[in-house]
């Protein structure tokens, strides 16, 4: 499940082939649901699939009087992530500031056979309800957990994009944002402590694992059962994760790179020493991060012209170099600009740093060493500059 706000900077998940378990891949799934209040509308299913091209598998099935029922194959014994989503008959594009319309998510085997009932307001999937497998029982079980916080969280994301979108103040929502974020993650990994054997558990603390600090994610990694740790691709992955997030620890010298900026010239992180490094990774195609930029304008401007003895260093996640480029200037960003546009994933900046979702700043002392890894949270990435910038050397 994919809460607002938290699980949203998620924006380099796996959701895809989960239990080791053996299996015949060619046994047909069967979704069948009632969905009051669809009428004849269209029911569109997606799931992950690495074996394709395209990374995922989209479709859609026409409903009739409030029923559906989806068929299909998967090309692994493994479960799978599926997420349902609605478009009732004169559906219209949602404004751009709107919360994306609320699905339906679960995970199926080869050979499933769940049921799906739930009623459609608003081109959203709301009071749903599953049974076919223990997943969907699980998933429900945590939807409960979170749905209170989620009732308060929904309309205060809503007011916090409209804000954002005519570039009002947003102040007064920050507070209780962060604090509402806060008690749904607490929520979360409740559930993961109370049921350290059930798949949901592994696929949410995966979920959220870029946000942890690695010694909470150490403590709920360990609580999990070994089943979930070893026989999971999850759980594997999260072994890699922590054993990343210990070489990215605070303190901790980084080795130097060397990368192409915007026309072709080397830049070495080693050039930046004797001063505080912000590495920003970001990508022309992620939102949050050009959202975030006009502030960092602001932030980058103020200390520069204080004279604070420090620099950003962008680093791009990108195939192709003439997006990367096209929105460097659109946006007026004025530090300098890398690609890591390296083809040996062992070798990406972003596995080197532990870097799981975008963006994430590091912030570097004037030795190189890392001083925190902030993701996501533009807030939290400000009060950091101000703690740097002004407050030590207030001291």
């Given at each position: 499940m994919k809460t607002n706000g938290l699980?949203?900077?998620?924006?380099?998940?796996?959701?895809?082939?989960?239990?080791?378990?053996?299996?015949?891949?060619?046994?047909?799934?069967?979704?069948?649901?009632?969905?009051?209040?669809?009428?004849?509308?269209?029911?569109?299913?997606?799931?992950?699939?690495?074996?394709?091209?395209?990374?995922?598998?989209?479709?859609?099935?026409?409903?009739?009087?409030?029923?559906?029922?989806?068929?299909?194959?998967?090309?692994?014994?493994?479960?799978?992530?599926?997420?349902?989503?609605v478009r009732k008959e004169g559906w219209a594009k949602p404004a751009k500031t709107a919360l994306p319309p609320k699905g339906y998510e679960l995970f199926l085997t080869s050979g499933d056979a769940v049921e799906v009932e739930g009623v459609v307001k608003d081109n959203e999937i709301v009071k749903a309800r599953a049974k076919g497998n223990a997943?969907?029982?699980?998933?429900?079980?945590?939807?409960?957990?979170?749905?209170?916080?989620?009732v308060q969280l929904d309309p205060l994301m809503t007011r916090f994009r409209e804000a954002r979108a005519v570039k009002g103040d947003v102040s007064s929502l920050e507070k209780p944002l962060d604090s509402l974020r806060n008690v749904l993650k607490q929520k979360l990994l409740f559930f993961i402590h109370e049921n350290p054997?059930?798949?949901?558990?592994?696929?949410?603390?995966?979920?959220?694992?870029?946000?942890?600090?690695?010694?909470?994610?150490?403590?709920?990694y360990n609580e999990l059962d070994e089943k979930m740790q070893t026989g999971t691709t999850y759980g594997r992955d999260l072994s890699k994760v922590i054993e990343m997030k210990k070489r990215t620890?605070?303190?901790?010298?980084?080795?130097?790179?060397?990368?192409?900026?915007?026309?072709?010239?080397?830049?070495?992180?080693?050039?930046?020493?004797?001063?505080?490094?912000?590495?920003?990774?970001?990508?022309?195609?992620?939102?949050?991060?050009r959202k975030s930029h006009p502030r960092m304008l602001e932030l980058y401007k103020k200390y520069k012209d204080a004279g604070v003895a420090f620099d950003i260093l962008a680093i791009a996640s990108e195939d192709t170099r003439g997006a990367w480029k096209k929105a460097i200037r659109e946006d007026?960003?004025?530090?300098?600009?890398?690609?890591?546009?390296?083809?040996?994933?062992?070798?990406?900046?972003?596995?080197?740093?532990?870097?799981?979702?975008?963006?994430?700043?590091?912030?570097?002392?004037?030795?190189?060493?890392?001083?925190?890894?902030?993701?996501?949270?533009?807030?939290?990435?400000?009060?950091?500059?101000?703690?740097?910038?002004?407050?030590?050397?207030?001291?």
């Open positions: 699980i949203a900077l998620l924006s380099l998940s796996f959701a895809n082939n989960l239990l080791a378990q053996e299996a015949s891949k060619e046994a047909p799934f069967t979704i069948r649901g009632k969905l009051d209040g669809l009428g004849n509308g269209k029911v569109i299913w997606f799931y992950m699939d690495k074996t394709l091209p395209q990374g995922a598998f989209t479709d859609s099935t026409q409903a009739k009087d409030d029923t559906f029922e989806i068929k299909g194959k998967l090309n692994t014994p493994l479960p799978t992530f599926f997420r349902l989503s997943h969907v029982v699980d998933w429900d079980k945590l939807r409960d957990v979170v749905a209170p916080v989620e054997k059930s798949l949901i558990s592994v696929y949410e603390l995966h979920s959220v694992s870029s946000i942890l600090p690695v010694d909470t994610l150490i403590r709920y620890r605070p303190g901790t010298l980084v080795q130097d790179f060397a990368r192409n900026d915007t026309a072709g010239q080397i830049v070495r992180l080693s050039d930046y020493r004797g001063r505080y490094v912000i590495l920003d990774f970001w990508a022309s195609w992620c939102n949050p991060c007026s960003l004025t530090w300098a600009h890398v690609i890591d546009d390296e083809k040996d994933r062992a070798k990406k900046l972003t596995t080197l740093l532990g870097v799981q979702a975008l963006p994430t700043k590091v912030f570097l002392d004037q030795q190189g060493k890392i001083i925190a890894i902030i993701t996501g949270d533009e807030k939290a990435v400000e009060q950091k500059m101000i703690d740097l910038f002004e407050k030590r050397n207030n001291k």
